[in-house]
């Protein structure tokens, strides 16, 4: 692959907890830098865990949720992935902008 090609794996849709830069900055070490989009297909809602408010995507044809693909590096994927717990899944997505990305939505129960 050639320095000009993008790469899918760099890039993050965050849209609650994950811009907050002092999270970043508390798990990978960093702030991240990004720019507004939005995850077609998906509402806000929110998780309760342990008396706390988390914002999580649930899929919803014909809805969006607005956030920021962040740029990210690969090995900072198992971090988060911790973070996230078993209440998110991480998944690929196509955003409103065309980037392609990963995005923390609520985990499937099943």
């Known amino acids: 692959m050639s320095p000009a090609t993008p790469t899918t ?28 989009d939005r995850l077609e297909g998906y509402r806000k809602s929110v998780l309760t865990q342990d008396g706390q408010s988390y914002p999580v995507a649930v899929a919803d044809k014909g809805k969006a949720r607005t956030g920021r693909a962040l ?14 717990g078993p209440e998110y899944q991480r998944i690929r997505a196509r955003l409103a902008s065309g980037c392609e990305c990963w995005v923390y939505v609520a985990a499937e129960s099943g």
């Open 71 to 84: 740029k990210i590096a690969q090995r900072d994927l198992e971090t988060l992935d911790d973070y996230e």
């Open 9 to 36: 794996d760099g890039l993050l849709f965050a849209y609650g907890t994950l811009l907050d830069g002092r999270v970043q900055s508390r798990l990978l070490g960093r702030t991240l830098s990004g720019t507004p």
